[in-house]
């Protein structure tokens, strides 16, 4: 069965640099999660969206933002890029049913 | 708000039973996850409960209560690939995702 798929699954990144990340949810699934998790932590809710729009916002930062297109893809745009932005991040998808899937997550390093 | 209880760490042996209890007091409640986590890897579904009762699936097997806000994970026939961090989570009316701490089981031969 197809997964959520994330991209890149690894990224470099120095302070004060940009960052783009792609989650693809399963096929007919209209809601997207993002999650920050790091070292030894609970993945933290970011933002998610439903049907191409904004549905909840958790601990993003002003400097993240993220959309839903028209394919139901969506990117995390994160810029001024800091040290403690270096985590793990997970995209969930879900469709009618209650369970949300994780994509296999993107780890950036921002060094 | 939202308080999501579950030990930090655990250790069994193979081929042992292990219960992974979570303790939860939400605003809202649509549903509790058990999710497993290997090190640096995605979170993988594992269950879902919504109503009173035990769901089992194979070596695994989850209960909820709702009136005293608990669950458990049971695992059966531990097998060392169950090695894992094991999250619980709570959604609320809006679906939106409270996770727990996680618990760190670590199973030795």
């Known amino acids: 069965a197809a997964g959520v798929i994330q991209s890149p699954r690894h990224l470099i990144k120095e302070k004060r640099e940009t960052a783009t990340l792609k989650c693809y949810p399963i096929p007919r699934h209209d809601t997207v999660y993002w999650y920050q998790q790091g070292p030894g932590q609970d993945p933290q809710f970011l933002i998610s969206f439903y049907e191409k729009m904004q549905s909840d916002k958790g601990s993003i930062p002003d400097r993240f933002s993220a959309q839903q297109f028209s394919d139901y893809h969506s990117e995390l745009n994160m810029s001024s890029l800091e040290l403690g932005d270096s985590a793990l991040y997970f995209c969930?998808?879900?469709?009618?049913?209650?369970?949300?899937?994780f994509g296999p997550g993107t780890r950036l390093l921002v060094l | 708000g939202q308080n999501i209880d579950q030990p930090t760490e655990m250790t069994a042996t193979e081929g042992a039973i292990v219960q992974i209890n979570c303790t939860y007091q939400t605003s809202g409640f649509n549903g509790l996850f058990w999710y497993q986590q290997h090190a640096g890897e995605a979170p993988t579904f594992l269950s879902y409960n919504v109503l009173d009762g035990l769901e089992e699936k194979g070596r695994f097997s989850s209960f909820l209560s709702r009136s005293k806000g608990y669950s458990y994970l049971l695992l059966k026939e531990l097998q060392m690939k169950d090695s894992a961090s094991y999250l619980c989570?709570?959604?609320?009316?809006?679906?939106?995702?409270?996770f727990g701490s996680g618990t760190k089981l670590n199973v030795k031969p």
């Open positions: 969930a998808s879900r469709g009618t049913e209650e369970t949300q899937y």
């Open positions: 989570a709570v959604t609320d009316n809006f679906n939106k995702f409270y």
